[in-house]
């Protein structure tokens, strides 16, 4: 049976190699080399370093929130586990300083209020027809899938913002469209958003541009993907309960098979019980003629 | 098929059995017949009935909490990822399955290519089977519809257009499945209603399958017939059900493991992307699955040659039991066949590179020839290898490589020691 099983996945090696050439060529060939980076979240083990995503909040609220929209997080998703963790308190501090229209009351009047823990967060257009009005006929991308719903993702994203560069000499560019060396097709109409210094964190954490790339970034994964972490915990149980159970399933299924082998052995010697019989009845003959 | 006539021991049972015979076909399944040397490569049925499953019972969860309309589609997904408990879960075991059912379908499908299962008697399984592939692509394409991304609403744009390439009733075929004249709200609606609905037709044919299989029995590696209740085959259960149950955990390890660390790597990053009818993306992608047809399909210059095309490439394969005129079954027993099988994998994995590249250059007359190659495959090759190839000796039966054993021999050659003395070597 073992030796079935190592053709087996012998054969699965080379269709698996055979099948993987073509798509590797394809891949070599659509990648743009990304600024290299490391990523807390990446790995089977990855989670957020949530210091990070609270200051990814912070840029995000300070800088990106000005066009850019993130009308699936919740105000609530703040101080939820796997995020950026803050407290409750915090969550709902922050949550107030948005006004968020509601309604109607009982006269039918809309009203504004301050935000709460349950409210989306807040858009900076009443719709995408403003936004884009505002923003020289291009749309900013609504940030919450952001990180998924691009190439290369987080790496694509840091890279973008850290990408700007001086419009080289045979590239012609209209007003208000920016070089970016990690655009598909380089121009971009988003002016870069940040720089140096840009926002200043309370946590001492020095405000380069990477980082706060970087902790943009991360933030904008959380986003995409806010139960992130407890999807790596439990991946990571479940993959070390399916090898326990494989190897015990393995072993049971050896030993219910032996029961086949040895009732075949049984039917072997019965073979050659007969075969010992058809030899008595030829006892005595020439050897020669025997088959 | 046992072919000892089952009787249930206790009265109460005898009486029920008599009158719904759920007991006989449950010691039907139990004892039923299955050859002793199949490989790992049949256990790809039991991994695919898994998968149906999976599907249905993981669809009927998301089908709980998924609105069908063009405003709120996506957004009911978001809810779903974010906000149902374990719905990112329950949602990427949906969305990896249909990969996971497609990569084990294929492998099946491949396999009885290669042992000739589809030769008489089974070419009714051959034919339910390619039913229940073309249904289950249907429904895979239709689900990718559903998120209402980029993607979905391109890739839905795309293969609806199709059939407008149809003389005369094309364009009204079209408008009918559209339910308008773009793909639009009324679409998202009936594809719903069918992706729910052809699943359980599915099903069905699933057991049909599985009947149809359960008469003649399983083929196997050899291709040759077995005897059956003889020391050839094995019950199905215990034997076989716990080697289909350690294959399954196996290939249930990948498929988890792609739903927990890389549960986007199979999909397009565009379909979370919002469907915006105004936005065409730069290259509009099928999943993975369907690829190989889509470079069939863009091979060829004319919009309706492409669709006959892409159409045949299925169907043709409805007609394999008789286009493969060999009387022998088994690609080992066949040096020429066994070759050719490989040359027709690599170009199908080749089709599907090439159905993700732009139709153009180097990449449309590799696709020519993939798409050449996949009909004269079938078409010329295979009738002629019929008729031409020398293939090896067939076994006696498939215990003959048992009885080759040098054990078995060492021990006839004993017995014949024991009573002969000499003239040893003269015996065979």
């Known amino acids: ?291 | 098929m046992s072919e000892t006539k089952y009787i249930p021991k206790s009265k109460l049972a005898q009486w029920f059995d008599s009158r719904l015979p759920l007991l006989t076909l449950s010691h039907h399944l139990t004892e039923y017949p299955t050859p002793k040397n199949l490989n790992y490569w049949w256990t790809f049925g039991g991994i695919l009935t898994f998968c149906l499953i999976t599907q249905i019972v993981t669809g009927l969860v998301l089908a709980m909490h998924y609105v069908a309309h063009v405003d709120y589609a996506f957004e009911s997904i978001e809810h779903i990822m974010r906000d149902v408990n374990y719905g990112w879960l329950i949602r990427y075991v949906h969305a990896n399955g249909a990969s996971m059912f497609f990569l084990a379908v294929y492998i099946h499908i491949f396999r009885s290519l290669y042992y000739g299962s589809y030769k008489s008697p089974r070419e009714v399984i051959w034919i339910i089977g390619l039913i229940i592939y073309i249904l289950m692509m249907a429904t895979a394409f239709m689900g990718y519809v559903l998120p209402w991304g980029q993607m979905s609403f391109w890739g839905a744009t795309v293969i609806t257009n199709l059939f407008s390439a149809i003389p005369l009733i094309g364009e009204s075929i079209t408008t009918w499945l559209w339910g308008g004249y773009s793909v639009d709200n009324p679409t998202l609606n009936r594809f719903y209603s069918l992706h729910y609905l052809l699943p359980f037709l599915t099903f069905g044919l699933v057991i049909l399958h599985i009947w149809a299989l359960h008469v003649p029995g399983n083929n196997n590696p050899t291709g040759i017939d077995i005897k059956k209740n003889s020391n050839e085959t094995m019950p199905f259960h215990p034997y076989m059900v716990m080697k289909d149950l350690f294959a399954l955990l196996l290939f249930v390890a990948v498929f988890l493991w792609f739903v927990f660390f890389a549960p986007n790597v199979l999909g397009h990053p565009d379909n979370y992307i919002e469907a915006n009818p105004m936005v065409t993306p730069a290259h509009i992608v099928p999943e993975w699955y369907l690829l190989p047809f889509y470079a069939i399909l863009r091979a060829i210059p004319s919009k309706l040659g492409g669709v006959i095309f892409m159409f045949s490439a299925i169907f043709i394969l409805m007609l394999l039991p008789w286009l493969d005129t060999s009387k022998i079954r088994s690609a080992v027993f066949r040096p020429i066949y066994r070759k050719l099988f490989w040359v027709l994998v690599f170009t199908v994995i080749l089709l599907g590179y090439l159905g993700a590249k732009p139709p153009d250059g180097i990449y449309l007359i590799l696709s020519r020839l993939g798409t050449a190659y996949y009909f004269i495959h079938f078409l010329i090759l295979l009738p002629l290898l019929g008729r031409y190839e020398k293939t090896d000796p067939l076994p006696m039966s498939i215990s003959d490589p048992v009885l080759d054993k040098p054990g078995v021999l060492d021990k006839v050659k004993k017995a014949a020691l024991k009573y002969e003395g000499e003239n040893v070597g003269s015996f065979k």
């Open chain 1, 1 to 291: 049976m073992l030796v079935h099983l190592n053709n087996f996945f012998k054969k699965i090696i080379i269709i698996i190699v055979v099948s993987i050439f073509p798509f590797s060529v394809f891949s070599e060939e659509k990648k743009i080399d990304f600024i290299e980076t490391n990523w807390s979240f990446e790995g089977i083990f990855g989670t957020f370093d949530r210091a990070s995503l609270q200051r990814g909040y912070q840029v995000y609220n300070e800088v990106c929130s000005g066009c850019h929209s993130v009308k699936h997080l919740s105000y609530r998703n703040l101080s939820e586990e796997g995020g950026p963790e803050f407290s409750i308190e915090e969550a709902k501090a922050i949550a107030a300083e948005f006004e968020v229209e509601d309604g109607p009351n009982a006269d039918g009047e809309m009203f504004m209020r301050s935000g709460k823990l349950s409210d989306n967060f807040v858009n900076p257009y009443p719709n995408v027809h403003a936004s884009i009005a505002s923003n020289g006929g291009a749309y900013p991308p609504d940030m919450s899938v952001l990180a998924k719903a691009r190439a290369g993702g987080a790496d694509y994203i840091y890279s973008l913002l850290l990408g700007y560069e001086e419009t080289p000499e045979n590239v012609e560019l209209n007003d208000g469209v920016y070089f970016n060396k990690y655009m598909p097709g380089n121009k971009i109409k988003m002016s870069e958003p940040i720089s140096d210094g840009i926002v200043e964190y309370s946590d001492g954490t020095k405000a380069t541009k990477e980082q706060i790339a970087k902790d943009v970034t991360s933030f904008l994964v959380w986003a995409a993907e806010p139960h992130l972490e407890s999807q790596h915990k439990m991946g990571f149980k479940v993959i070390i309960y399916l090898i326990i159970l494989i190897i015990l399933v393995f072993m049971s299924k050896q030993k219910v098979w032996s029961r086949f082998s040895s009732k075949t052995q049984e039917q072997e010697e019965e073979t050659f019980d007969k075969v010992e019989r058809i030899v008595t009845e030829y006892e005595g003959e020439d050897p020669k003629t025997f088959k």
